[in-house]
């Protein structure tokens, strides 16, 4: 059959934001008309998305054409647009026929990867794919036979898997382009027998309606054993973590931490030697809990072993020399909920609860003398956060003199205006099409994005419109109506009145005609946001303003500094006539122009919620995330520093006072270099040691705090298919801590070695390799989500079923989603 043919071209006059693709000239090969029943189809390859509005069509006689667009991402600056043009009936096209495409993007730059890219089909969609034939050579070991290898054909951002058995001849289709090609270990399913694989070729083009080759071959096997062990179920230890250790043949194995009623599951043990599972004693509250040892013999297999209440004796601690431990509560405040109280050394732990209120409580046994880790805690109660101080070690004294001195204060009412009253996240648009599907799959409660045109003031001029409000606010809309369940989803605009984020900071401080600018733009902004004022929408947008700007000042000390204020302000409120007096309060100074954000806010637009930014490099460094100095309290002291800094400018002070605080680590996936080559690659410590940073913000400044930025990018597992230049495969950590990744479990050995060898820059990461990162983290445990233990300061099993039975704010805006 004859394929259709046509011209494209690039409109006459492109720019650098806007041009379009004309095609013309419709025909079929063999020069017949183009006949359709119902639609056109084209797809075609674009440097931005675009919607249903973007296609013009021209056609004689006249009738009205409607779009369905899909638009998949191939990297950030090129997406793959597929349309269905609809018409109101048949029609044969003419070669004077025009389709005009708007594309809000660059089209100057190699235009012809966009001219070339546009196919087109009769009553179709354009079948843009080629063929992958894969030869897979045959199982290196029969228990091998009938297991997958998995293949992943990467093209930018989009990834492309397959599945081949051994032995066989797999075809696959998947839309043309260039690949990056990786393909996994081949193994059992417990990890027992496992082989290297090797694809060949790894680079690939696919050509539409053409085939391409790849062989799959497979190195040499190795055979391990696999241990299952069960932890069951302790009524009397349910709170706490159990040590497990193996050793092998007299020599330390491996260990990790599990709850009651757990499976750990162990792979890639060595194949033969003898095995035995210990779980270290527990002396909790002078009972002292002993477990017996399991041993086995290994082999290549998979092995189960369980504890439990037959496998642990208990005996009395001897508290010969024991003291009594007061425990001294100081508060101007009464609770009606016990204050859980948690002490322990390397051998004894000791628990108690005490009222929540001021007062003395002895421990209900007598303790040991000696150093004790001391666990404080928080909890909510009607939506306000409690918080116990306490020294980070106690050490007891043998003449009984010693008493634990706890301080309980209360911290921010968490339920924010404008936001749910459950712990809710968001994510940033990016304003295509699929947008609102992408969050409405996430059940996303809020959404975030960039104002204006340049995303960072537009302190060039005095914008008349902000695109960029008004269809982040109607997304917000639009994915409220297809959850359909009554939810609400708060559009959140990122706003820059000065940007300081790319340096020069004095000069952008003192642009008197760039500050009035951005001042009158955000009036915009908040004027778009009022005209969506309705019954169901009090509180029509949410602020985020100035990022950067208080990690800058107080990098530089900045509260004094003299700068304009007042009058960029004022021309900012005569070029929209808001007829309003300045405060006597605001000043020419940096302190002032927090002010003035604040003032201007509450009076143009006082429904809307916001909030101010932080960083965690405020205090003059990123790093101190990865110290691991003994007594180290570095997220409480730049916390202390942070909101020092904050109290010294008056932000939240007032009646301008914003709502909640954003508290911003770095949006990029760490196993990517836009991540790691800064400095930015967290592991299970620094992830922990961040959010501690987040919540004492929140306590010392007794403001609801967001943690923002978090990219939800996850570990890849040993089974994946990891390309050996994985940068764009945006492989993380942040998902895998914050929303728990079972499969990693508390095992390192789960991660795929390719990323783990991964080389750092030990300077300013402190570490050689991406395993040295993870292995600074021990012991960790994904199994559960970390935010369940957002309130607890020590993780414990205790915290942990405390932290499920709460309902919490924390706005969570999380790259990755839309």
């Keep these: 059959m004859s394929s259709i043919i046509r011209t494209v071209e690039v409109g006459p006059n492109p720019t650098e934001w806007y041009g379009t693709l004309v095609v013309s000239g419709i025909k079929y090969s063999d020069d017949s008309q183009v006949a359709i029943k119902e639609f056109l189809g084209i797809s075609f390859k674009s440097p931005v998305p675009v919607d249903q509005n973007a296609f013009t069509v021209a056609v004689n006689p006249w009738q ?57 089909a009769a009553d179709a969609v354009p079948d843009i794919n080629g063929t992958v034939v894969i030869t897979t050579a045959a199982a290196p070991d029969p228990a091998l036979a009938s297991q997958n290898v998995t293949l992943s054909f990467a093209q930018g951002s989009r990834n492309f898997p397959a599945s081949a058995l051994p032995g066989k001849t797999t075809s696959i289709q998947i839309p043309y382009g260039e690949y990056v090609v990786a393909s996994s270990e081949l193994t059992t399913a417990d990890q027992t027998v496992v082989a290297t694989s090797e694809v060949s070729p790894t680079s690939l083009s696919v050509y539409t309606g053409e085939e391409a080759a790849v062989d799959v071959t497979f190195g040499s096997v190795q055979k391990y054993s696999a241990i299952d062990v069960s932890i069951g179920d302790f009524s009397s230890l349910e709170s706490e973590l159990f040590h497990v250790y193996l050793t092998l043949d007299g020599s330390p194995l491996t260990d990790f931490y599990s709850g009651d009623n757990e499976t750990i599951s162990l792979r890639r043990l ?62 101007d405040i009464t609770l009606g909920q016990d204050i859980s109280v948690r002490i322990e050394s390397d051998e004894l732990i000791y628990t108690q609860k005490v009222p929540g209120k001021a007062g003395t409580t002895p421990f209900s046994v007598v303790v040991a003398p000696g150093q004790y880790k001391v666990q404080n805690s928080s909890f909510v109660i009607d939506g ?38 459950f712990l809710s996240f968001g994510g940033l648009a990016d304003l295509t099409p699929n947008n609102a599907d992408d969050f409405v799959a996430a059940r996303a409660s809020s959404v975030f994005k960039y104002a204006g045109n340049d995303g960072a003031g537009d302190s060039g001029e005095f914008l008349k419109d902000d695109p960029a409000t008004k269809r982040t606010i109607e997304l917000a809309r639009d994915i ?50 009022n005209s969506f004022i309705d019954q169901d929408h009090p509180v029509p947008a949410g602020f985020i303003v100035n990022a950067d700007f208080l990690g800058e000042g107080q990098k530089e000390n900045l509260v004094d500094y003299a700068m304009p204020v ?9 070029h929209w006539s808001v007829q309003e007096s300045i405060p006597d309060s605001i000043s020419d100074t940096f302190a002032g122009y927090t002010l003035a954000v604040n003032w201007l806010i509450r009076t143009v637009a006082p429904s809307v919620t916001f909030g101010w930014q932080v960083n965690v490099w405020g205090g003059g460094t990123s790093t101190w995330i990865y110290d691991t100095s003994a ?39 760490d196993w990517t270099q836009r991540s790691y080559v800064p400095g930015y690659f967290y592991g299970p410590y620094e992830w922990r040691r961040y959010y501690d940073f987040v919540k004492y913000l929140g306590l010392e400044l007794q403001v609801p705090v967001t943690p923002w930025q978090i990219p939800s990018s996850h570990a890849p597992l040993v089974a994946d298919a990891v390309a050996s230049d994985f940068d764009p495969q945006h492989w993380g950590t942040g998902g895998s801590y914050l929303l728990s990744d079972a499969d990693v479990g508390s095992d390192i050995n789960n991660i795929n070695t390719t990323v783990l060898d991964l080389e750092l820059n030990a300077s300013l990461i402190q570490a050689k390799t991406a395993r040295e990162v993870w292995q600074r983290g021990e012991p960790f445990d994904l199994s559960q989500p970390a935010y369940l233990t957002f309130l607890c300061v020590v993780y414990s099993r205790s915290c942990l079923e405390e932290a499920r039975r709460l309902e919490l704010f924390r706005l969570l805006e999380m790259q990755g989603v839309g």
Excluded at 652 to 669: K, S, T
């Design 631 to 669: 007594d180290n309290q570095q997220p409480l002291k730049q916390a202390k520093q942070t909101a020092q800094y904050i109290k010294q400018l008056g932000i939240y002070d007032g009646d301008y006072a914003p709502d909640f605080l954003a508290v911003d680590r770095f949006e990029a996936d």
């Design 566 to 574: 007042r009058e960029p302000l004022q021309g900012a409120l005569d």
């Design 480 to 529: 409220e109506a297809k959850l359909g369940d009554g939810s609400s989803v708060l559009p959140i605009m990122i706003s820059y009145t000065v940007n300081l984020s790319l340096g020069d900071i004095y000069k952008k401080l003192q642009d008197t005609t760039g500050l009035t600018h951005s001042f009158a733009n955000l009036i915009l902004s908040l004027n778009i946001s």
């Design 270 to 331: 060595p194949a033969s030697g003898t095995v035995k599972v210990s779980i270290d004693v527990i002396s909790l509250n002078n009972v002292r809990y002993e477990f017996s040892t399991k041993s086995l013999n290994l082999a290549a297999q998979l092995f189960n072993v369980t504890f439990g209440e037959s496998d642990v004796t208990t005996s009395p601690v001897d508290t010969t020399g024991f003291v009594k431990l007061p425990i001294v509560v100081k508060s």
């Design 384 to 421: 306000t956060v409690y918080a116990v101080n306490s020294p980070n070690t106690l050490t007891v004294a043998s003449d009984g003199s010693t008493k634990l001195d706890l301080e309980l204060i209360q911290g921010a009412n968490l339920r924010v205006k404008g936001f749910p009253s």
């Design 64 to 120: 009205s054409v409607t779009a369905e667009v899909i638009n998949d991402p191939i990297d950030a600056s090129t997406s793959l647009v597929t349309a269905k043009l609809n018409f109101e009936s048949s029609y044969k096209f003419n070669t004077s026929d025009t389709i005009t495409i708007g594309i809000n993007g660059d089209l100057r730059d190699n235009p012809e990867q966009y001219t070339e890219s546009v196919r087109l």
